[in-house]
């Protein structure tokens, strides 16, 4: 299979593209060359700016695709230039979104003034009302019109060029830019003997996924033909961000305690700050109709994502991450 890559140079994207290449298929991954380094030997590069890509569509159409994979789309727009390419092209468009299409995670913003979502999504669940979550927080997206859902729909509206939408949970592994874990990670790396927490923040619960996990499940959607039409969530489980903590205390051998306390309790920068509301999404379709089975163990892969970040550490470290002199009030304030 000939298969177009968009977004296959970093962490879930060259996983994939890893995954995909070893599988053996003729791969191109189209990008600007910033990390050119990263992708194996023997795939195709095609230089160009996807948010140019119409001055890039005769190369495009030369390689002349059976599968085209966008995993970073944006807006409507990265969509309809993808359509307009390669229509009658290709057989089939990928797309990899998001759990925050959901309505859930509109709630979680504060921007959906609903009662508490107390069931588990999937992808019959009612995605949000309120588009556009980030047009009104500055750099949160270089593109303020960001938004999976009216990119979906168009992507799924196209019967010529038959789309596939993988939703992805909050994914950690190695080389994850994100770097989710190390608010845990940098104090027991520390030494600290305890680490405070707001106990709303504490019971939160989100849906997880290991980097070489969803990659294997967006191996599976662009392999299969039957995924035409289809959404399919993608996921490894739904843990509590102090199930997290705990998993990652077990990893590093950390010997100390959490100490959970009411958010007004606490110095501001380590309240919880969303609506409390858990991103729960169920991924069940992808195993019945694709045979999806993650490859590695989720405790796994977590260990494996704590080795990388302790190897790795951030210079200087996100004050985001572990913010020491707050630990230290706050612990002075409880006790």
Do not use: C
């Not at 770097?179 to 845990?184: C, K, N, T, Y």
Request: proline share 6%; charged share 25%.
């Amino acid at each position: 299979m000939k298969i177009l890559i968009i977004g296959g140079t970093r962490f879930i994207g060259l996983a994939t593209t890893k995954a995909l290449h070893e599988a053996g298929h003729t791969l191109a991954v189209f990008n600007r060359g910033n990390n050119a380094e990263a992708v194996p030997q023997g795939i195709q590069q095609i230089r160009g700016d996807r948010d140019n890509m119409l001055e890039s569509a005769d190369v495009l159409r030369a390689f002349a695709p059976d599968v085209v994979w966008h995993n970073i789309v944006l807006d409507e727009q990265q969509v309809r230039d993808v359509q307009t390419v390669f229509t009658g092209v290709a057989k089939r468009f990928v797309m990899t979104s998001s759990m925050d299409v959901y309505l859930a995670f509109g709630r979680l913003l504060g921007k959906e003034p609903i009662e508490p979502i107390m069931y588990e999504a999937d992808e019959n669940s009612p995605v949000r009302n309120v588009l556009y979550l980030y047009d009104d927080i500055p750099g949160a997206y270089r593109n303020s019109k960001y938004d999976k859902i009216p990119a979906e729909k168009l992507a799924l509206a196209s019967p010529d060029l038959p789309a596939t939408i993988v939703r992805l949970p909050m994914v950690i592994g190695a080389n994850d830019g994100q770097r989710r874990l190390l608010p845990f990670v940098l104090p027991m790396l520390e030494g600290r003997s305890k680490i405070v927490l707001d106990a709303t923040h504490a019971a939160w619960k989100s849906t997880y996924g290991y980097v070489d996990n969803m990659a294997r499940a967006l191996h599976m959607a662009i392999e299969s033909e039957a995924a035409s039409g289809r959404i399919y969530n993608a996921a490894d489980g739904v843990f509590s961000w102090l199930e997290m903590g705990q998993r990652i205390k077990d990893a590093l051998l950390w010997s100390g305690e959490f100490v959970l306390a009411p958010g007004d309790k606490l110095p501001e920068a380590l309240r919880f700050g969303m609506t409390p509301q858990d991103l729960a999404v169920r991924a069940e379709r992808i195993r019945s109709e694709l045979g999806y089975e993650p490859m590695i163990d989720f405790a796994e892969g977590l260990r494996r994502t704590v080795t990388w970040d302790v190897a790795h550490l951030p210079d200087p470290l996100p004050p985001q991450a572990y913010d020491r002199a707050m630990q230290d009030e706050a612990l002075a304030a409880l006790s």
